[in-house]
């Protein structure tokens, strides 16, 4: 079956820019994740989606980082007036549900912003 | 969330049994041990996760001391295919549980 899609897998933009990051989930998985990986480092999570609602936007690094989930399945995840410190690979991942369920990651977003 | 230790990389030849070494000593009651790898330019890809004891699939072991407080993959005979990030996750597998927190992983190099 189909894994987890994100478009476009490379954006280049300008400072100052807004962006759209857009992911697909595996059809009937209920969670959602975003992830954002700057250059040689681990992942660090950003936000978490459970069907529609997004029960923890904690790891959102400011506000200009916004995300929404409609109809439990399709994700875009945005970014206001883009700083060259934005610049990283986002992943999305799904699963099942919640809890320490595997998780299935797409392909990721490299966003530079020059 | 444990927080997870691990060697910062690993050099390995072909044909060898890899074995890396996670330490969490805070680990919690309901925390599952869980490792992925990650290949250049990809998404992290699940590759085991256990409780307690051992467990194997076709791909790797999980070794979990009675203490839980560490815990050990196990790659049979490498490929340089296999060389990779290797991260060691625990998380509560409980409901509400749902962030995966990733460190820097180990990197795994495998010599011809």
């Known amino acids: 079956g189909a894994g987890v899609s994100q478009s476009p897998s490379n954006k280049v933009t300008e400072k100052g820019k807004d962006v759209e990051l857009r992911c697909d989930p595996i059809?009937?998985?209920?969670?959602l994740y975003w992830y954002r990986q700057s250059l040689g480092q681990g992942l660090e999570f950003l936000i978490y989606?459970?069907?529609?609602?997004?029960?923890?936007k904690s790891g959102l690094p400011s506000d200009r980082f916004s995300a929404e989930r409609t109809g439990g399945s399709v994700s875009t995840l945005t970014i206001q007036r883009t700083q060259q410190e934005d610049s990283a690979v986002y992943l999305c991942?799904?699963?099942?549900?919640?809890?320490?369920?595997?998780?299935?990651f797409g392909p990721g977003t490299r966003l530079t912003v020059l | 969330l444990a927080k997870t230790t691990q060697p910062i990389s690993m050099d390995s030849y072909e044909g060898q049994e890899v074995n890396i070494t996670c330490s969490h000593n805070?680990?919690?009651?309901?925390?599952?041990i869980t490792w992925y790898q990650q290949f250049p330019s990809q998404g992290p890809r699940f590759i085991i996760q256990?409780?307690?004891t051992k467990v194997t699939n076709e791909v790797a072991s999980l070794f979990i001391p009675a203490d839980r407080k560490s815990s050990t993959l196990s790659l049979p005979r490498v490929s340089l295919s296999d060389t990779a990030v290797y991260y060691c996750?625990?998380?509560?597998?409980?409901?509400?549980?749902?962030?995966?927190?990733f460190g820097k992983g180990t990197k795994l190099s495998v010599i011809p």
């Open positions: 991942a799904s699963s099942f549900n919640q809890g320490v369920y595997e998780q299935f």
């Open positions: 059809s009937g998985h209920t969670a």
């Open positions: 989606f459970q069907g529609n609602s997004a029960p923890d």
């Open positions: 805070n680990i919690a009651t309901n925390d599952y």
């Open positions: 256990g409780y307690k």
């Open positions: 996750l625990v998380g509560d597998a409980g409901a509400g549980s749902y962030q995966l927190t």
